[in-house]
């Protein structure tokens, strides 16, 4: 078995349960820089060579990594607990900060690549925010593994780029296979941005 025990499924569902990966040290550095690559190409206004030698670039990249690219759970991304959205580019760059039965806690912020207009985020990127944490919450809770079924997000306040952002989510109630889940997201002086609700519902088995 592999790191993330793709065989070992858990006996209520065919999804298997990945363990956390310690990544070797450069990765972090790698996805930061990653990271920064997206926001720059949002934004960048350049000329012809600049886009031309980027574009090189990019493509000697993707040569290097492409022979290394594995199935789901076999690398780091995703799956490294110590780093920003767990080393993985789809999910902002949040550090979980506390993860437990009774709340997930993760704190970070948006950047240049998530800009929607006017200065801050897009509103797309808050259900995202709010997803992944309701995934963490029924994970925490030692529930069964389960899939959103339902996601709500209220629009408090327009969300900031670049500032401490704080989002804490837990179980509000069990119903069977049913976990409903709440969450809120703040600054990092308690000013609430946004809320969402979110029903996670356990798979049955052979339920992809």
Do not use: W
Not at 159 to 179: A, F, H, S, W
């Amino acid at each position: 078995m592999n790191d993330s025990d793709p065989d070992k499924l858990d006996l209520r569902s065919e999804i298997p349960r990945f363990r956390e990966a310690t990544p070797p040290p450069s990765f972090g550095e790698f996805v930061e820089n990653m990271r920064r690559l997206q926001d720059l190409a949002v934004c960048v206004d350049a000329p012809e060579e600049v886009y031309a030698a980027a574009r090189d670039r990019a493509a000697e990249l993707v040569e290097l990594l492409a022979p290394h690219a594995a199935g789901e759970g076999k690398g780091p991304a995703n799956r490294s607990m110590s780093l920003p959205g767990r080393g993985s580019l789809l999910i902002p760059p949040f550090y979980v900060e506390k993860f437990d039965a009774d709340s997930v806690v993760s704190r970070g912020m948006l950047r240049r690549y998530h800009l929607g207009g006017g200065g801050v985020a897009h509103g797309g990127v808050l259900p995202l925010i709010f997803d992944d944490n309701f995934g963490n919450v029924v994970y925490a809770a030692k529930r069964p593994i389960s899939r959103t079924a339902y996601l709500h997000v209220n629009y408090r306040k327009v969300t900031p780029l670049d500032v401490p952002l704080v989002i804490e989510g837990k179980v509000d109630r069990v119903d069977g296979r049913k976990t409903f889940v709440t969450a809120r997201l703040t600054d990092a002086d308690g000013t609430l941005l946004a809320d969402g609700e979110g029903l996670m519902v356990q798979l049955l088995p052979g339920q992809p």
